[in-house]
């Protein structure tokens, strides 16, 4: 079975600052999704990194793929308190197998 | 983008009764749907893979007779939770692929509490 597992679980940052949350898995595959939950809400889907090295950026995040590492990247610039939501990777097996989650706080 | 819709939002019912949860995909047809349990503040669990004109895959540990699921159409999956007890209450997602996109559409999901 595919797993999935993301890094850090919670964190809590200044705005302004930047971080990078990681999200590994431990078998091939080349299609891997970055989901965006609010509390209360659904998924919002961010990026689909479909090939190694793909590289996908929105406004202030920014994901990478390299599938040799098994690894993707969400990384955040200059944080702003509108992105605290927390952060799921999903990688496509037979089925969509979900990261743990990063439950990400802005502070003001 | 591609919409998949669940009805209802969110409902509250009492210990033992059922309640049915309706999955559409809006504008486009899905032989395939997923259903998902996430609890609080944890990651999404897949129950079961719902298959138009044939049976429901459950995953393993999911009671396919507590949950029973009927996809009847191309553009609609329900998910009936039988004898619901309070530790079913959770938040029921449904989704469906669209792989000429490579995507999964996600519904807003249902929140269920079982007094």
């Known amino acids: 079975e595919l797993k999935v597992e993301q890094n850090p679980l919670f964190l809590s940052m200044q705005e302004g600052k930047n971080y990078t949350i990681y999200c590994n898995y431990s078998?091939?595959?080349?299609?891997l999704y970055w989901y965006r939950q609010d509390p209360g809400k659904s998924l919002e889907s961010l990026f689909v990194?479909?090939?190694?090295?793909a590289v996908k950026q929105e406004g202030r995040l920014m994901a990478s793929l390299d599938t040799k590492a098994r690894l993707s990247t969400l990384h955040i610039t200059a944080a702003v308190h509108d992105l605290s939501a927390t952060y799921f990777c999903?990688?496509?097996?037979?089925?969509?197998?979900f990261g743990t989650g990063t439950s990400l706080t802005v502070i003001p | 983008g591609a919409v998949v819709s669940q009805h209802p939002s969110w409902v509250i019912c009492k210990s033992g009764t059922s309640v049915k949860i309706e999955c559409r995909s809006l504008?486009?047809?899905?032989?395939?749907m997923f259903w998902y349990r996430q609890f609080p503040k944890q990651s999404l669990m897949l129950m079961a893979t719902?298959?138009?004109?044939?049976?429901?895959?459950?995953e393993q540990g999911v009671e396919k007779d507590k949950f029973l699921i009927n996809h009847a159409s191309l553009t609609l999956s329900t998910l009936t939770v039988t004898s619901a007890h309070p530790e079913d209450s959770s938040f029921y997602i449904c989704?469906?692929?669209?792989?000429?996109?490579?995507?999964?559409?996600f519904g807003p999901g249902t929140r269920l509490t079982v007094l």
């Open positions: 990194l479909l090939s190694n090295g």
């Open positions: 504008d486009f047809q899905a032989t395939t």
């Open positions: 078998t091939t595959s080349d299609r």
């Open positions: 719902s298959n138009e004109g044939s049976k429901a895959t459950y």
């Open positions: 989704s469906a692929p669209r792989l000429v996109v490579n995507e999964q559409f």
């Open positions: 999903a990688v496509a097996g037979n089925q969509f197998y």
